[in-house]
């Protein structure tokens, strides 16, 4: 059974525009909330996160949302650059001592200039 | 320059031939993980270590062990490689075991291993 969904496994936008990757999850003592990016051939790098006890965390052109009600966060780039092209791990834990990182499958953001 | 290194990044090798991937950092993070990438699948954690001697299992580490006996290197060993364990594998690194903003986890390259 998969705990964090990521159900677009591509998204493509135009530069400029606002891109918004989503993300589900079924455990409801899920705590912690990370994205992270990957580009080929890298390892994945952090991108942000957020806990439970927010709505939002913003960092620069990065904003996460999360929604406890509804088992949903959602990461928005605004604007997007052809450089955010990559792909975008969601993930989850049920502490901060990270013990256990639960990741969706990803899903890969295109961005055309 | 901080960095998580892994060897070797590529390997081919067949089944049964015990191998290890070695994981080192020169951050001093004490905690340290395995992850697994495969198509459709995404990133699941094998093992991961909380310091120095301290290792649990992680999602999926049935045919892994690992080993910490030193705060700067976390080995990955296939004792009987078998051809489902053909993968992507990465290790990271975090300063403390958490999740805080300030406290991500820092991944290393990766090895592509091919289980013939």
């Known amino acids: 059974d998969q705990q964090v969904k990521q159900n677009s496994p591509s998204l493509s936008v135009q530069e400029g525009r606002i891109s918004i990757l989503n993300c589900d999850y079924t455990?409801?003592?899920?705590?912690?909330f990370l994205w992270y990016k990957k580009y080929p051939a890298e390892g994945p790098t952090f991108l942000i996160s957020i806990s439970s006890i927010k709505d939002k965390n913003e960092d620069g052109r990065f904003t996460v949302f999360l929604n406890k009600s509804a088992k949903h966060l959602s990461l928005h780039i605004v604007p997007s650059q052809p450089g955010d092209s990559a792909v975008y791990f969601c993930?989850?834990?049920?502490?901060?001592?990270?013990?256990?990182?639960?990741f969706g499958k990803g899903t890969t953001l295109s961005v055309s200039s | 320059e901080a960095q998580v290194t892994q060897n070797p990044r590529y390997l081919i090798t067949v089944t049964g031939k015990k191998l290890t991937v070695t994981c080192s950092q020169n951050m001093n993070h004490e905690y340290m993980s395995w992850y697994r990438q495969d198509p459709g699948l995404g990133l699941r954690q094998i093992y991961y270590?909380?310091?120095?001697?301290?290792?649990d299992k992680g999602d999926v580490p049935e045919g892994y062990k690992v080993s910490r006996k030193e705060k700067r290197n976390f080995p990955l060993i296939l004792e009987s490689p078998s051809p489902n364990q053909t993968s992507l594998y990465f290790c990271?690194?975090?300063?403390?075991?958490?999740?805080?903003?300030?406290?991500?986890?820092?991944f290393g390259p990766g090895t592509r291993l091919t289980v013939l």
């Open positions: 455990n409801s003592m899920f705590d912690y």
């Open positions: 270590s909380m310091n120095v001697e301290v290792t």
């Open positions: 993930a989850a834990s049920v502490d901060q001592a990270g013990t256990a990182l639960i």
């Open positions: 990271a690194s975090s300063l403390l075991p958490g999740l805080a903003v300030y406290n991500e986890q820092f």
